[in-house]
């Protein structure tokens, strides 16, 4: 998760969304977290770790993932 603060709300290419999964991704050392989005669709993001838990809202900018 990146800190949200300095970090544009709600900007053009923001999607939101509920995570839904956190597991070991196929990239050694890095967690792939998928997000539920409002739209209907998934996606999923590699990070080296993270804070987030199933359930929490979230907002996606690019490969970002922010606490909403």
Do not use: C, K, Q, W
């Not at 800190?3 to 709300?9: C, T």
């Not at 977290?33 to 979230?58: C, F, I, K, S």
Request: glycine share 14%.
């Amino acid at each position: 998760v990146f800190p949200s603060a300095g970090s544009p709300r709600g900007g053009a290419d923001a999607e939101y969304g509920t995570v839904r999964s956190i597991e070991p991704s196929p990239y050694r050392g890095l967690l792939r977290v998928g997000v539920a989005l409002d739209n209907r669709g998934m996606r999923y993001v590699d990070l080296p770790g993270t804070n987030l838990h199933v359930g929490e809202r979230v907002r996606m900018e690019g490969e970002r993932i922010y606490r909403d």
